[in-house]
């Protein structure tokens, strides 16, 4: 293995291993960077989640995680990008109108952060710290 696909890797864990706090703020800081906030779908379109009384858009910062989590019974979805643009301009007021909340970067042992859809993207318009 080269030393690249070695680092890549080795950030790809540290990422994940990463607490829910930590795993947001890479979040915002990547999506300020590249501009895209990325989802899972499949034949139905969106995946979603139940968490508690909740249903939950789960997203994440980059392709490789939101792949990563791909497993199991979501096996058969494939990572979709949106633009920050299409998410803010659609997605925000559509979340909000059919009261679905934002699952920010779940990992296989944590359901990521939860947040409402005006929060969220009030953080993505906000400078973000280094994780």
């Known amino acids: 293995m080269s030393n690249a696909t070695a680092t890549a890797s080795e950030k790809?864990?540290?990422?994940?291993?990463?607490?829910?706090k930590k795993r947001l703020a890479f979040m915002f800081e990547?999506?300020?960077?590249?501009?895209?906030?990325?989802?899972?779908?499949?034949d139905d379109g969106c995946v979603m989640l139940a968490n508690e009384d909740d249903d939950c858009v789960p997203v994440w910062p980059e392709r490789i995680y939101a792949e990563a989590w791909a497993t199991g019974e979501w096996e058969n979805c494939t990572a979709k990008a949106i633009p920050l643009k299409d998410w803010q301009s659609r997605w925000t007021p559509g979340l909000e109108q059919d009261d679905l909340l934002i699952a920010v970067f779940p990992t296989e042992d944590d359901d990521g952060t939860i947040l409402f859809p005006d929060e969220?993207?009030?953080q993505l318009k906000a400078p973000k710290k280094r994780y």
Do not use: M, P, R
């Not at 790809?12 to 829910?20: C, K, M, P, Y």
């Not at 999506?31 to 499949?42: E, R």
């Open 30 to 42: 990547s999506v300020q960077v590249f501009k895209q906030v990325w989802i899972l779908n499949d």
């Open 12 to 20: 790809f864990e540290t990422i994940l291993n990463l607490g829910a």
């Open 120 to 122: 969220f993207d009030s």
